[in-house]
Structures are given as C-alpha cells and as structure tokens.
C-alpha cells in the first residue's frame, strides 16, 4: 500500500515527472534510488537515459516495480536491483542521481545517509546531476489542541494528507528555515541549530510545526504533498508569549535515526 499511495500521489509524481524530464539527457546513466513503484526510473527512461538502475531494498515493491517494466516498452533499458542503497555499487559515477526518501526534516527517511554513502563511494561526483537538488527545513510556533476523544495526548503526530493540521488552533509565528540541505555536497546529519523567531501574537505556545520545501530543480519547489513531507506537530513545554517577543527555538536530532532523537527546547530571549 505504501507503493501504491506514493504512486497515487499526483501532485508528487507530476512534479518530479516535469524535474526528470529537464535533468536527463539522452544518453545519460541514470540511478534511481528506492525505485519503489518504478515510476521515476520509467520516466528516466521515457527522457532519454541510455540505462537505468532501479535499485529497491524491500522486496516486495522490487518485484512489483519489475513487473512494471516488464509491461512497458521503456522498462527494456532499466535494471531493477534489489538492495540496499547506501551499499549498491558501480563500476563507475551516474550522470543523474534521483531519490525520493524524503521526510520532514530528513528526520527518519535514509536521504541525507544515501547520498553520503553513494558520494563516499565515487557514484556521485561534481556532474552528477541530483534530484531534487536539496530541501529546506523550517518550523513554525503553534498554539495546538492536543485533546482527542476527552483525553490530553501531547505527542508528535503525523498524518497524510496535512491530517495533523486539523487541530491547530492558531499559528503562533511566521515560518523559519532552520536546515537547508544541498545534496551536491556531504549532508551532515547531526541537526544542532538554535534560530530565533518573533511571536505574531499574544497567547501560548505549546507545539512547533515542521515543515520542508523540496527544491527538485532550480525554480521548481514542491510543499508538503498528500504523501510527501506533511507537516508534523511536536509538542513543547507550553509558554505564555506576548506579541513581538523573542523566543530561541533549540532543535536537536539525527537525521535518519527517527523521533526519538528529536529534542526541541523553547525559551525567551532576554
């Protein structure tokens, strides 16, 4: 299903038919990393690239992404391989890179260690084109209701199709880009970041929301989707806030390692 759904997803799938359409060339060695349904390597394909790899960890989606290519006349020049990313291997660099294991913050999907381990192994270098060339992380102060069915339940919630936003009672701050992640460089994937931000009003504050921009190519941005990206809602400590005051937003985790390294701190500037 989890296939199904990323296929499903239109406004996704679009975006990066239009970014794989300008990036690849014909003639192109084109790696398409956590292949999934197949998609993104057919579309490579359908550009130009002279062979694909499709390379899938699970095997289950490996296997329908196979049948896939096996239905259609571009699937004769792309290999599915089933395995790991961040231990694939090639004899030589790919003229394009795309890799759709994206999440809020980079926080739980393998991105920011796949594209290091594909660079420590020379599969990446200065012309490998990437897509999408790299994501902006912020946050935003909220002012959530954290009650559901009766019951006070603060914790991180995550919901396809912005479900989380549904209880936000009022946002609480104007957007904050705290990562911007260039993956044609090494990603460093410990987050140790402590931006300041402006309260819009006077109320309390009790949850940041997470956002990321995924920037495919230059000039085409792609927000959250049905099932890329959605916003995630982290509780904190709930502080009294008055309108213009100064807060200091201390974010901590690994990317990759998931929410329980996630640690957010909120307090005043004095």
């Known amino acids: 299903m989890f296939v199904d759904e990323c296929l499903l997803d239109k406004r996704r799938t679009e975006a990066f038919q239009k970014a794989i359409s300008s990036v690849v060339r014909r003639g192109d060695l084109v790696l398409d990393a956590g292949t999934g ?19 899938e960890i699970d095997e289950e989606s490996a296997m329908l992404a196979n049948e896939s290519f096996a239905a259609n006349p571009e699937g004769k020049k792309i290999r ?12 030589r660099p790919f003229d394009v890179v795309i890799m759709e294991l994206l999440d809020t913050g980079l926080i739980a999907e393998q991105q920011a260690q796949a594209i290091n381990a594909l660079r420590r192994r020379g599969l990446i270098d200065s012309n490998t084109r990437i897509v999408p060339k790299r994501v902006e992380c912020g946050f935003e102060l909220l002012n959530y209701d954290f009650r559901f069915y009766g019951f006070d339940m ?29 993956f044609s460089k090494v990603v460093r994937t410990a987050v140790k970041v402590s931006p300041t931000v402006e309260a819009l009003h006077t109320g309390v504050v009790n949850a940041l929301r997470l956002r990321t921009k ?49 640690r957010v701190k909120l307090t005043r500037v004095r």
């Open 37 to 55: 349904s197949g998609i993104m390597a057919l579309f490579a394909a359908r550009a130009g690239a002279r062979k694909v790899f499709a390379v």
């Open 214 to 262: 995924a920037v495919l190519v230059e000039r085409q941005e792609l927000w959250e989707t049905s099932d890329m990206n959605m916003p995630v809602i982290v509780p904190v400590r709930s502080l009294g806030v008055d309108r213009g005051e100064t807060l200091r937003v201390d974010i901590r985790y690994l990317m990759g390692h998931g929410y329980d390294t996630l």
């Open 80 to 91: 599915l391989v089933h395995a790991d990313i961040r231990s694939f291997e090639s004899s």
């Open 154 to 182: 603060p914790m991180v919630l995550q919901a396809r199709n912005n479900g989380a936003n549904r209880n936000l009672r009022r946002r609480m701050s104007g957007l904050v880009n705290y990562r911007i992640v260039d």
